[in-house]
T-cell receptor
Framework: AQSVTQLGSHVSVSEGALVLLRCNYS??????LFWYVQYPNQGLQLLLK??????LVKGINGFEAEFKKSETSFHLTKPSAHMSDAAEYFC???FGYGNKLVFGAGTILRVKS | NAGVMQNPRHLVRRRGQEARLRCSPM?????VYWYRQLPEEGLKFMVY????????ESGMPKERFSAEFPKEGPSILRIQQVVRGDSAAYFC????????????FGPGTRLTVT
């Protein structure tokens, strides 16, 4: 069965430091990959998506992610954390046309001043 | 263009009552998905609907839960005879372009069963 693993349920960084949130998936076919952000008591906002075009994907708010097929990974990065980045981040995959999203368990990002 | 709308945002029901959650997709979107987020867990797929059709309900509990997306009006997720374990956030998402699988989420309905 397809699955998504996010390493680290909580990540803490200092303001201005690099943000790295890890995501690995298991699939026998190339998936579509997404990162979503959720602020407290709100819905999910799409940060970026990979749909088999460029392997380095740039998203909103300075985030980017790189698809590495050999590692089955899609890690999310941001060069310099901002206090407003504190939220929960979800990696998700879709395995075909019109298919449901399968989510990782989420990573809560804390940004220290 | 308004986003995905869900109402109510918060719903409190006593055990045994019915809960009805509504979702209006983004304009022009004909694909609707429902997900459930239990406390301390990620989102889990429940059901995928197109207008008047259920396409995939593999994530729906076999009993008490049903969903519809009529030709006119919002999509409805209905939970009959709610139990405390149904307390969760229920999110609706809509999609226009199935080729990319990109889904846009509503703000969610937080159901509390007392």
């Amino acid at each position: 069965a397809q699955s998504v693993t996010q390493l680290g349920s909580h990540v803490s960084v200092s303001e201005g430091a690099l943000v790295l949130l890890r995501c690995n998936y298991s699939s026998s076919v190339p998936p579509y990959l997404f990162w979503y952000v959720q602020y407290p008591n709100q819905g999910l906002q799409l940060l970026l998506k990979y749909t088999s075009a460029a392997t380095l994907v740039k998203g909103i708010n300075g985030f980017e992610a790189e698809f590495k097929k050999s590692e089955t990974s899609f890690h999310l990065t941001k060069p310099s954390a901002h206090m407003s980045d504190a939220a929960e981040y979800f990696c998700a995959v879709s395995f075909g046309y019109g298919n449901k999203l399968v989510f990782g368990a989420g990573t809560i990002l804390r940004v220290k001043s | 263009n308004a986003g995905v709308m869900q109402n109510p945002r918060h719903l409190v029901r006593r055990r045994g009552q019915e809960a009805r959650l509504r979702c209006s997709p983004m304009k022009g979107h004909s694909h609707v998905y429902w997900y459930r987020q239990l406390p301390e867990e990620g989102l889990k797929f429940m059901v995928y609907l197109q207008k008047e059709n259920i396409i995939d309900e593999s994530g729906m509990p076999k009993e008490r839960f049903s969903a519809e997306f009529p030709k006119e009006g919002p999509s409805i997720l209905r939970i009959q005879q709610v139990v405390r374990g149904d307390s969760a956030a229920y999110f609706c998402a809509s999609s226009l372009d199935l080729a990319t699988g990109e889904q846009y989420f509503g703000p969610g309905t937080r159901l509390t069963v007392t």
